[in-house]
Nanobody, 121 residues
């Protein structure tokens, strides 16, 4: 089970840090990913991180602005979002990757309910 937090309403150019707390599994064995879904659009991959935190992956639309990290001692993965744009508005969800690699194409499961991020212009 994963639970996201940290969303909110911000202005363009602001920053937010999302958190995803996991329970009920050996967190350090799994890759983790952040995804987002805007109204009327498909869910898209945002960022992923492997089991150790040594490899990260980003969608082109967020490279240089977003940063994913994890703290295995706290069973938590983070998404630091800087220079937010109105087009970043979406529900952000995290999920676990059983293969441990956190790649965009990994078979993610155990999705959270998501946290809303709204960026005003």
């Amino acid at each position: 089970q994963v639970v996201e937090s940290g969303g909110g309403l911000v202005q363009a150019g602001d920053s937010l840090r999302l958190s995803c707390a996991a329970s009920g599994r050996t967190f350090g064995d799994y890759g983790m990913g952040w995804f987002r879904q805007a109204p009327g659009k498909d869910r898209e991959f945002v960022a992923g991180i492997n089991w150790s935190g040594g490899r990260t992956y980003y969608a082109d639309s967020v490279k240089g602005r977003f940063s994913i990290s994890r703290d295995n001692a706290k069973n938590t993965v983070y998404l630091q979002m800087n220079s937010l744009k109105p087009e970043d508005t979406a529900v952000y969800s995290c999920a676990a990757d059983r293969t441990a690699w956190g790649t965009p194409q990994a078979p993610y499961d155990d999705w959270g309910q998501g946290t809303q991020v709204t960026v005003s212009s």
